[in-house]
């Protein structure tokens, strides 16, 4: 059996929180691979290091160093700091020359933001190695994790990454080594660092378990798991103790922030199950998420909600008839990378949610759009994208009238409907005003609890 275990950046933060994640690692039975983020505040250190414009690299390197070594002056004396520092010192090197290089390269950034993760594992490896257990550091470099894509936005190439990590990975394993890998970028079409997006660790991890077909990917965070809905909005919020990965990635893609929502689909693929667990609460059995229906008691499972969302309706005569027209807004849309959360469509009317931030940059886009095809464009700020997640939900007669209806109870004007595009989610809009009181309301109907 080969477990896959991804620990973030608050879970290898410090020297105390590197033990006990050593100790969860040591009492796992099965084989493991281990995959790291960057310790908690690292790899935002390193994004305002590559956004500034002139930084002075040395006092960079001293800072880096110096967060770093004050963990390690905790954990390692006598000769295993003598090996550490060796190790640690050829990767400063590395990470002065990332620093140094040609900041016009597309992948600069890519290559600085990344770094983080090399020291994490680095110290990591030396923990267990100190508590006797054989391990080994290794960079997505090192195991061969093959990205694609533009730089910031990484996606793993998984049939050659597969290859590759079967070759690096499963020996070490049947040597009863412990892989300590980086997270949150491969090897990218320069041959150098493509990271995944912030938060890509726990993508990476996936992508391990895909590639070295294992039997369990546990994600370990700094929360219990999944919730019927934010604790901070329903006190009586409870774990989600199982679900399948259609509802988790819904949650995970629309409000809750446990997982990254790029995480479920490399384990889904080959039907691996994902746990979600508290490295600070090892007992805690966390969220179990795998690919068999899990029916429900309660109408819904879980109520999100994601926030500071716009929509913008572009109106023009006849536009449902004009099918290229929607396709050259949305080809529009799609070169500044904004992401569309939901999409509706009347005869003369096409509406999107869109991030608030991306207002501007979408109108403009929108402006270069030729012909003069559009009569008008309506901006809508500040709405709300409720998520509404069960299993099961498009074969259960009268879902939607009852959540409406609950919709209703909370005074909340509903702004956009998105509905049967899945059948785990019911998707709608409201004014972020109302955001607290619907999630109150659906989960006290559907789910219990207030
Ligand atoms: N260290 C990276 C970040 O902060 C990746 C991760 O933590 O998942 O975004
Ligand atoms: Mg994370």
């Not at 690692?25 to 983020?37: L, P, W």
Request: charged content about 20%.
């Amino acid at each position: 059996m080969i477990t896959v275990m991804k620990f973030g950046g608050t879970s290898v933060g410090s020297a105390e929180a590197l033990k006990r994640v050593a100790k969860i690692i040591a009492d796992k039975e099965d084989e493991k691979v281990v995959v790291v983020s960057a310790m908690s505040g690292i790899t935002n250190f390193l994004v305002s290091v590559a956004d500034s414009a002139n930084p002075d690299v040395e006092s960079v390197v001293t800072e880096f160093s110096n967060k770093h070594l004050m963990a390690a002056s905790q954990l390692f004396e006598g000769e295993t700091m003598a090996e550490f520092r060796a190790e640690f010192d050829s990767r400063i090197e590395g990470f002065r020359s990332a620093l140094l290089a040609d900041r016009e390269d597309p992948f600069y950034k890519d290559a600085v933001v990344s770094q983080g993760e090399r020291f994490s594992s680095l110290m990591l490896a030396f923990v267990l190695r100190d508590m006797g257990i054989k391990s080994v550091a290794l960079t997505s470099e090192d195991v061969g994790i093959i990205a694609l894509g533009t730089p910031g936005n990484g996606s793993a190439d998984l049939l050659n990454t597969a290859s590759g990590m079967t070759m690096r990975v499963k020996p070490l394993l049947s040597m009863g080594v412990v892989p300590i890998i980086t997270g949150f970028y491969g090897v990218g079409p320069n041959k150098g660092p493509l990271t995944f997006g912030r938060g890509g660790s726990d993508y990476s991890a996936a992508v391990v378990a895909n590639a070295i077909d294992a039997d369990m990917l546990e994600i370990w965070t700094d929360v219990d798991g999944f919730m019927t809905a934010d604790p901070r909005i329903v006190a009586g919020a409870k774990k989600i103790p199982e679900m399948n990965f259609g509802e988790a990635a819904e949650l995970a893609y629309f409000g809750a922030k446990v997982l990254h929502p790029r995480t479920i689909e490399p384990v889904r693929l080959k039907h691996i199950p994902l746990k979600v667990k508290n490295s600070f609460r090892p007992e805690e059995p966390g969220t179990l998420i795998h690919h068999l229906r899990k029916s429900t008691a309660e109408m819904l499972r879980s109520v999100a909600a994601k926030t500071d969302l716009s929509i913008i309706t572009i109106s023009s005569a006849e536009i449902a008839y004009r099918p290229a027209m929607v396709a050259r807004i949305i080809d529009k849309i799609a070169e500044i990378n904004v992401i569309i959360y939901s999409i509706s469509t009347t005869l003369s009317s096409v509406a999107f949610l869109v991030h608030n931030n991306d207002v501007k940059m979408t109108l403009r886009q929108l402006n270069g759009l030729s012909g003069g095809d559009i009569e008008r464009i309506d901006v809508k700020n500040d709405v709300a994208l409720i998520c509404a997640v069960g299993d099961n939900l498009l074969d259960k007669c009268g879902v939607s009238g009852d959540v409406f209806g609950a919709v209703k109870e909370a005074n909340a004007n509903v702004e956009m409907i998105s509905e049967g595009a899945s059948d785990v989610s019911l998707n709608f809009v409201v004014p972020m005003s109302k955001v607290i009181d619907v999630v109150r309301t659906l989960h006290e109907k559907f789910i219990g609890g207030q």
